[in-house]
């Protein structure tokens, strides 16, 4: 998987996704970049960061979704989901799907 397949995906996934969760998501595009996206989702109860990015020195190879409970004080451990060497663009599509419900339910 190139990093450019996966921001083509990212793309047309986050704008899906704003069109069949409105009312329940705002997004707000941070930065758009050829090699590098950065997105805060927000619902009713969380503020979400999706960061897209070339691999580096963090735990994950491109893709960083986190989430925390606007509910709940800052001391509090996000909810989160990264990619990992072998994960596949359908595989991290089908895990940003579930970030999302996680946020809106």
Not at 61 to 70: I, N, Q, S, T
Request: aromatic share 16%.
């Amino acid at each position: 998987m190139k990093l450019y397949d996966l921001i083509d995906a990212i793309y047309m996934w986050i704008r899906t996704a704003q069109e069949m969760y409105r009312g329940k998501i705002s997004v707000e595009f941070l930065v758009e970049h050829e090699d590098y996206l950065r997105y805060i989702i927000e619902s009713a109860n969380y503020l979400a960061e999706l960061v897209i990015e070339p691999e580096g020195f963090h735990p994950h190879r491109f893709v960083l979704f986190e989430a925390l409970d606007k509910r709940k004080d800052s001391l509090q451990k996000p909810y989160f989901y990264f990619d990992e060497k072998d994960s596949s663009i359908e595989s991290i599509i089908e895990n940003l799907n579930k970030c999302i419900l996680y946020i809106i339910e």
